[in-house]
């Protein structure tokens, strides 16, 4: 079935490094690839989507590509600081439905100082 | 900012028992979501509602049931809870259409004895 693959399930980096959270989907269908952030203890937010028709997008120190071809796309934060530390959940829309996602089981980010 | 509010934080109940969670918006939103949230299987829809009185099954409606009598409100019911259904439960709403943002609630962390 539809699907979405992430990772690493858990990604250290030191601060001020960059760091890449991968994520691979199956259905060619999908079109809206948005990624949320959830620290700890707190609701998942959204951070930055891409749609199909571009390849990248920037926002700041965060940065999403996307490879339609290979059907996978990334996360990238620069520069990364203590509070990006939290859980990045990457998601997919699904084929024919314009009400859900599939997600993929999280990456969980530490920022060592 | 869109509020989604979760009656409870903390919910610990019996097995056997009937469990009322509700999630209330406050943005007039027509699309509500309740998701169960595992680590390291992220977020699986339950149940899914498009409008006033409509509902869709997600990924793992057994042993649920939801009811949306007004658009504010989405309640997720456990008609007889199971140590099973012990985990993380959060709600989220949209406007319709397709691949809008999703504004989540704090959650709801569900223990069943």
């Known amino acids: 079935g539809e699907n979405v693959e992430q990772h690493p399930s858990t990604l250290s980096v030191q601060e001020g490094d960059s760091a890449v959270i991968k994520c691979t989907y199956s259905d060619s269908a999908s079109n809206y690839f948005p990624w949320y952030k959830q620290e700890l203890g707190k609701r998942p937010q959204l951070i930055i989507d891409?749609?199909?028709n571009v390849g990248e997008k920037k926002d700041q120190r965060i940065a999403v590509t996307l490879n339609k071809t290979a059907k996978h796309f990334s996360l990238h934060i620069t520069e990364t600081q203590p509070e990006d530390s939290a859980v990045y959940f990457c998601a997919a829309s699904k084929r024919n439905s314009n009400y859900q996602l599939i997600w993929g089981a999280g990456t969980k980010l530490i920022i060592k100082p | 900012d869109v509020k989604v509010t979760q009656s409870s934080r903390y919910l610990v109940k019996r097995t056997g028992e009937k469990v009322f969670l509700e999630c209330v918006q406050d943005m007039d939103h027509e699309n509500m979501f309740w998701y169960r949230q595992d680590p390291g299987l992220g977020l699986r829809l339950i149940y899914f509602?498009?409008?006033?009185?409509?509902?869709e099954k997600g990924d793992i409606p057994e042993g649920y049931s939801v009811s949306r009598e007004k658009k504010e409100r989405f309640s997720l019911i456990l008609e007889s809870a199971s140590t099973n259904q012990t985990s993380m439960y959060l709600c989220a709403s949209r406007i319709q259409g397709l691949n809008e943002k999703l504004f989540f609630g704090s959650g709801t962390q569900l223990s069943v004895l």
């Open positions: 509602s498009y409008d006033v009185k409509m509902k």
């Open positions: 891409i749609r199909s």
